[in-house]
């Protein structure tokens, strides 16, 4: 993790129609049209304040919250799925995580989820879907401790793999609590291998951990077979474990 960022914790703180117009025409209007697109992410995207750290990527915070056995769609998790705010600075993550709840004083099916500014944490995002995650299921009261950390490593750049991370994911459930990372591409082996391996060493996890490798295609994919078996509810999007009792 770079030094700014350590330093700083311990203070607790469109169609192509050619029938109309010339192709120069054409041409100006699309100019217009990307350059009104490109200001108005640039207005929405947050920025570093003057004389803060900034990270090397914006992140957008996101919690979800849902009762268990309750039949969900894509469209009612999306609704359900709410927006904490995005920050691009280690002064502006501090505001924000240093006013929120920790994970292990969560009730219910409740999660946190921390992506980097633009994706959305569903395995139908662009960025998600030819991905993967590494799932940890931890005990109860270990949760807050382990998503502190997983987060600190992720925004500190401590994986080391260039663009290749998404988000991160911890999910609050009754008897156990599960933790996940998610990157963008799951059949690139000495990626995910190297993203394990860092997981392992920025949690402290015992040798005997169970750490799960999952795609975001076989996810969608058991969801559809439970969906067609049990007569048509799924949750696309979220942890099966939030509805199913396993992940």
Not at 102 to 121: C, N, Q, Y
Request: charged share 30%; with cysteine.
């Amino acid at each position: 993790m770079n030094n700014k960022f350590d330093a700083l914790k311990d203070d607790d703180s469109g169609d192509h129609d050619q029938e109309q117009g010339s192709p120069k025409d054409n041409e100006k209007e699309k100019l217009e049209d990307d350059d009104k697109e490109q200001s108005i992410t640039r207005r929405k995207m947050v920025v570093p304040g003057p004389g803060e750290h900034p990270l090397q990527y914006n992140y957008t915070f996101w919690y979800s919250r849902r009762t268990p056995g309750r039949p969900a769609s894509t469209q009612s998790y999306e609704q359900n799925i709410k927006q904490i705010g995005s920050f691009a600075s280690v002064e502006q993550f501090w505001r924000f995580y240093s006013h929120m709840i920790r994970p292990g004083d969560l009730t219910g099916h409740s999660d946190f989820h921390l992506f980097k500014e633009g994706i959305k944490p569903m395995w139908e995002d662009d960025a998600n879907k030819m991905g993967g995650k590494w799932i940890i299921r931890l005990r109860k009261g270990l949760a807050s401790r382990c998503w502190e950390n997983l987060i600190l490593a992720m925004l500190g750049e401590q994986f080391m793999v260039g663009e290749e991370i998404c988000g991160a994911v911890v999910s609050v459930r009754f008897q156990e609590d599960i933790i996940s990372i998610w990157n963008k591409t799951a059949s690139d082996q000495a990626t995910t291998a190297r993203i394990r391996d860092t997981l392992r060493r920025v949690l402290n996890l015992p040798p005997n951990t169970i750490m799960e490798y999952k795609t975001h295609t076989d996810s969608i994919k058991y969801v559809c077979v439970l969906k067609r078996r049990v007569g048509g509810w799924t949750s696309p999007g979220q942890d099966t474990s939030a509805w199913i009792g396993t992940v």
